[in-house]
């Protein structure tokens, strides 16, 4: 294992400079900055592919490598797809989930294995960290209705902290979440991952957890806001 620093691993330090430089407090991604610091970029992800996790690491140590990766994976996706207005606009036009979406492109490799995107969200994310699905907070596919993305790296150190504050970023997002004493409208992924929420708590309590607007805690059918797969920045 590498040695640590403030902070997190010192893999990560490259990570944070890129996410500080070209990313915004709203989440919205300069590309075109990044594409000018595609040597940092590809020299983060050739260290993280060489070193995966460990078997004595830690929950928060492994869960940390592989949000930053797949966040990290999903910037490079856009830079070698220069001019999309949306990852979809990436693959066929007739795609099929999990078998020709942007998401199972198996364009990563770590340790000499090959992943695609829904590989580290699904088969390793959603499994192995079943305990604590505010990961879902943190994993940004490139769009507008996505969580945002954090202008800095995760860390072991400071992850707790750091999910704590995209959880509620994210619920009082007006464009992600309508929350108010006349509409309540919440993110699809409410619904697409509710078993994952729901293992923890309900649906009703995650909103009031996090919102600064609170609903019925008895209340579990909920209308959803349109999703917008718009790139979440520009080059």
């Given at each position: 294992m590498e040695e640590k620093e403030e902070g997190g691993y010192a893999r990560e330090s490259a990570w944070d400079e890129l996410l500080k430089d070209h990313v915004d407090d709203k989440g919205m991604v300069d590309y075109g900055g990044m594409k000018k610091d595609r040597e940092k970029?590809?020299?983060?992800?050739?260290?993280?592919?060489?070193?995966?996790?460990?078997?004595?690491?830690s929950?928060?140590?492994?869960?940390?490598?592989?949000?930053?990766?797949?966040?990290?994976?999903?910037?490079?996706?856009?830079?070698?797809?220069?001019?999309?207005?949306?990852?979809?606009?990436?693959?066929?036009?007739?795609?099929?989930?999990?078998?020709?979406?942007?998401?199972d492109i198996k364009f990563i490799e770590i340790e000499g294995k090959k992943y695609d995107l829904n590989n580290i969200e699904h088969g390793i994310l959603r499994k192995d960290f079943k305990k604590d699905p505010r990961y879902h907070f943190a994993l940004v596919c490139a769009a507008k209705s996505c969580p945002?993305?954090?202008?800095?790296?995760?860390?072991?150190?400071?992850?707790?902290?750091?999910?704590?504050?995209?959880?509620?970023?994210?619920?009082?997002?007006e464009e992600k979440n309508i929350i108010n004493n006349?509409?309540?409208?919440?993110?699809?992924?409410?619904?697409?991952?509710?078993?994952?929420?729901?293992r923890k708590m309900g649906i009703a309590e995650w909103i009031n957890t996090y919102s600064d607007d609170k609903v019925d805690k008895k209340m579990?059918?909920?209308?959803?806001t349109d999703y917008s797969w718009e790139l979440n920045g520009s080059f």
């Open positions: 970029l590809e020299g983060y992800l050739k260290e993280i592919s060489a070193n995966g996790p460990a078997k004595n690491w929950k928060d140590e492994k869960m940390a490598y592989w949000i930053n990766a797949y966040n990290a994976f999903t910037i490079k996706l856009i830079l070698d797809n220069e001019g999309v207005s949306s990852i979809k606009d990436i693959g066929p036009a007739a795609q099929i989930p999990f078998v020709n979406t942007p998401w945002r993305l954090r202008n800095e790296a995760y860390t072991a150190k400071k992850l707790d902290k750091q999910l704590e504050e995209e959880a509620e970023v994210f619920l009082n997002n006349n509409e309540v409208k919440i993110s699809p992924l409410f619904k697409w991952y509710s078993k994952d929420f729901e579990d059918k909920f209308s959803y």
